[in-house]
Each structure stands twice: as C-alpha cells, then as structure tokens.
C-alpha cells in the first residue's frame, strides 16, 4: 500500500559537496567550502554575514571539527582548525587532516569523504553549527555555498562555563537509540529481465549513503533537519535485494540512528546544549516493503511505494539493450548520486533526505531472462533525459527501441 510519497530529487556530486539546511541559534550565516589543489592541502573557506545576509561579520571564531567514525557512546570531536574572519567576514582556514581515516565514498568514486562540523561564534552571542561532508582531494578545486536559516524555536543565550575542554572543543554524550528504514533506491526491472542490488562494503570502503542530522535544542518536538552526514559506523554485513520481470518499487534499507546531546565551546563561551539524531549504522536488512508507520499515530504501515515510471524515451543514445548472446547484462557502480525524502518517525516525522548512489558498495547489475518471449519487443535500460551511465535513475522496460 503506497501511504505517503518518496520526493526525489537529484544531485551531482563533486569532489567537495557540503549544500545542505542546517539549524541556528541567532543569526544567519553563509558559508562557502573549498578543496584546492593538493599543493595547499584541505581547505575551508568560511564567509559570515549578519541577519541580513549582506553585513559582514567580523572577528567571528570558526572552528572546523572531525567527526570520527565507529564513535563510542562519549566522545570529543578532533579541533582540525579555529581562526578568526576578516573585516570581510571572510577567513580560509588550512585543515589539520591527520586524523582522518576510513574514507567514504559519496557518488563520485572516489574514497575521499569524511564527516565533520563547521561551528561559528558570533562577537555579540551569535551561533551556528553546520553537520557537513567535506572531502580531501589532490586533483580538484570545488566551492559549493551552503546556506543556513534561522530556527525561531531557539531563543536560550550562550553561557561562558566550559562544558568540555580544551577550548575550542566539541562533545557527544549517546542518550538513545532509533532505527527506521530509509530509501536507497528506485529499482525498476522489465519484462524478460531481472534485477539485483547489493548493498554491502568492501574491505576498505564500508559507507557511502548519506542522511540529514535532524535537531532540537531540547531533545523533543519540534525536530528540524539539519546538515548532512555519512553514516557514522561502518556497515559489516552484505545482502542483496532480486526481482524479477516488470517491477518498479522502491528499496528500503534498516538503520541504526543514535541521539546525542551536542555541547561546543570556542575559545571565550560555550553554546546551550543541542541534541541531534545521526544516521548510524544499517542493520543488515533491505526491502521493499517499509513497515516504519505512515503518519502520527497511523496504524498502518508505509508498506510498499511504487516508483512512478516517466514517459518512455524516444531518444535512441538513452537507451541500452540487453541481449542474450553479445549484451546479457549491465552494472551501475557509480557517478551520479540522488536524494530520497522521507519521515524519521522516531523525531515526530520531520521530513528529512538521504542521499544513495549507484557505487562500489551499492550496485545494481540487471541481466537478460529468458525466453525472448517473455518480452517480445527490446529488453531496454534507458535513461530519462540522460545517457544510462550518468542518469541518477535507470529505468527498465520492455519496448521497441528508438530508431
């Protein structure tokens, strides 16, 4: 039974991509991250604005903070940098990356990605915390904005007594544990074709899906969706997800969320305690078959979502063929990820996003069925607007190929 909708939207990603929502405490701020080139190491470059989106904030204290991966239920973030903005409201801060281990991999092949906090003081009481994926690269150079608007529910003032140290620093206390099953993919197979996605790792890449932080400063309603982590453990188990002939539905995969109370102190105050709930670690089950409720209160269950399938191409360079003797079957790997909307049941059903890719450790292969019958017309992999190797959906019917 379809209860509530999935609200894709697509995204490329980048060698750095940090574009996300995130919750504040007083003003709004504008951030803009960037990876050069592997001569000047890992890059942040931050630029803070008053509330009007244009005043440049001066002498505000950044700090940039690696989210560790495999975190025990207490835990301090490493400092990988703190300095000060100009009377630009500008300031380029070089990364501390020694830290940084076990690599993900955000869509774009490659195993560069790691988790981590951008937080900013404000001389007069100002406040934000951004949760981000950064990336190392020693190739490209990428700027991404990232903006972040107010949250009217906050209202409590910084206090000045550290709450961990050494300043600046950031602490995690786990206070709870939630699982709820997440959209990974549309998967869509013909007539006279099959389909298998395994999701699973590799011996030294074991994440790679993405989910938003959801917030609150007092650890109950009203949650907001905050900025965007990998997962925060490394998966361990392997596990497929078949079907056969026409079939068009989404994939649901099971994870472990905690809840944190988050603290973080600069340099001369602390901010009031934030919680947030970070996708953690996924169970080992996959579905198509949600059995997370559909509302507030609903009895029954989101169950299965059908993917809604576009209008067949009529282009013939988006579409591929699989044929029984040259061409059985196709892999998609990686390149393009896409963004899935559903509710985290566990935080008053705020709508957040995940973001899943075809990749090394989430991969779709599709392969010709026998006989030639069951289709009768072309077993076609076909992209909606796009080439099937950079669509962040591929699509799979039984019909006559364009001419």
Same mark, same amino acid.
């Given at each position: ?5 999935? /609200? ?23 951030? =803009?991250?960037? =990876? ?34 495999n975190p025990p239920d207490t835990y301090n973030s490493p400092l990988m940098a703190t300095g000060t903005t ?14 940084? !281990? ?27 915390? /951004? ?6 690269? $020693?190739?490209?150079? #990428?700027? #991404? ?7 009217? !529910? ?45 999701? #699973? ?8 899906? $993405?989910?938003?932080? =959801? ?8 949650? !907001?969706?905050?900025? #965007? /982590? ?5 998966? $361990? ?26 603290? $973080? ?26 059995p997370n409720p559909a509302c507030n209160g609903c009895r029954n269950s989101v169950g299965q979502v059908p ?14 063929? /699989? ?28 709508s957040i996003n995940d973001t899943a890719t075809y990749g090394h450790i989430t991969s779709v292969t599709w ?26 959906? =591929? ?9």
């Open positions: 039974m379809r209860t509530r909708p999935i /609200l894709p939207t697509s995204r490329r990603r980048h060698r750095l991509s940090i574009l996300a929502t995130a919750a504040l405490i007083v003003p709004f701020l504008a951030f =803009v991250a960037a =990876v050069p080139a592997q001569a000047a190491g890992t890059q942040v470059s931050v630029n803070v604005t008053m509330a009007d989106g244009f005043t440049p904030m001066t002498n505000a204290e950044v700090d940039v903070f690696y989210q560790p991966p100009n009377s630009s409201g500008s300031l380029t801060l070089p990364l501390d990356t020694s830290m940084v !281990s076990d690599l993900g991999d955000i869509g774009d092949g490659n195993q560069n990605a790691f988790n981590a906090e951008i937080i900013v003081f404000g001389t007069s009481g100002e406040y934000a915390d /951004l949760d981000t994926i950064l990336t190392l690269s $020693s190739t490209t150079s #990428t700027t #991404t904005s990232v903006s972040l608007s107010q949250d009217p !529910s906050v209202s409590a003032p910084l206090f000045n007594i550290p709450a961990c140290s050494p300043v600046p620093c950031v602490q995690d206390v786990k206070e709870a544990t939630a699982f709820n099953y997440a959209p990974v993919l549309a998967e869509n197979s013909g007539a006279g074709m099959k389909v298998h996605l395994e999701y #699973t790792h590799t011996t030294s890449l074991f994440r790679q899906t $993405s989910a938003n932080v =959801v917030v609150s400063p007092t650890g109950t309603a009203p949650w !907001s969706a905050g900025g #965007t /982590l990998t997962e925060q453990a490394d998966r $361990s188990t392997s596990k497929p997800w078949n079907a056969n002939g026409s079939y068009h539905y989404y994939a649901w995969v099971n994870y472990r969320w905690y809840k944190w109370k988050h603290i $973080s102190c600069g340099i001369h105050r602390c901010s009031t305690v934030n919680h947030k709930w970070k996708l953690n670690w996924w169970t080992g089950d996959i579905t198509d078959n949600n993917y809604k399938v576009p209008a067949y191409t009529t282009n013939r360079n988006y579409t591929v063929p /699989l044929d029984a003797v040259h061409s059985p079957s196709l892999t998609r790997e990686s390149v393009i990820s896409h963004s899935y909307g559903f509710q985290a049941d566990f935080a008053g059903f705020v392969s010709y069925v026998a006989p030639q019958s069951l289709c009768g017309q072309d077993r076609l992999l076909w992209g909606n607007g796009n080439i099937v190797s950079q669509i962040p959906i =591929v699509q799979a019917n039984c019909f006559k190929r364009p001419s």
